[in-house]
């Protein structure tokens, strides 16, 4: 069984005139609620075994605040492409992934990621900012990951919270 974890970088400063989309920080928002998932990663125990982030500063600074106040040491590996990719591309960064990892956070943006969770579940949920969505697929190889392969098991949303499906 592999489980992966989707995650939306948290809320962002608007961008600077001038200055590129990529290098965006978190606002005081953002870095509010990266912090609050990171606090419900650990209660619930969930550990991940590698991190596959956007290079995107946001996403970046979502990551390090939520694994930091989460307590859990792992991989992180920065990859390009997740940087404004669509389903299809990000599909083939998770194809990737070694068979001896269970559980996988993707740390990306919108649409790419509402799109994929729609593609793996079927499910069309919302994914605002520091949205965290976990999907189980009931096999032992990322490269069988494919559309409609997933099951939706928990989507949470800043200020709603957790909701278990």
């Known amino acids: 069984m592999k ?19 990529i290098n965006r920080a978190l606002n005081e928002r953002g870095k509010r609620e990266a912090l609050a998932l990171g606090a419900f990663i650990r209660k619930q125990s969930s550990t991940f075994e590698l991190v596959l982030c956007s290079p995107a500063v946001r996403a970046r600074e979502t990551a390090e605040l939520v694994l930091s106040a989460a307590e859990v040491t792992v991989n992180v590996r920065y990859d390009q492409r997740i940087y404004e990719a669509g389903p299809r591309q990000l599909l083939e960064v998770i194809s990737e992934v070694a068979a001896n990892q269970s559980a996988v956070l993707l740390v990306g943006h919108n649409p790419g990621m509402e799109e994929l969770l729609r593609a793996l579940t079927g499910k069309g ?4 900012t520091c949205t965290l969505a976990q999907i189980d697929f009931n096999f032992a190889d990322w490269g ?3 559309e409609c392969s997933g099951s939706l098991e928990l989507i949470n949303q800043p200020g709603t919270g957790a909701v278990w499906l």
């Open 3 to 21: 489980t992966l974890f989707l995650l939306r970088h948290a809320k962002a400063e608007n961008a600077a005139p001038g200055s590129p989309d």
């Open 125 to 128: 949920e919302p994914m605002a």
């Open 144 to 146: 069988r990951v494919t």
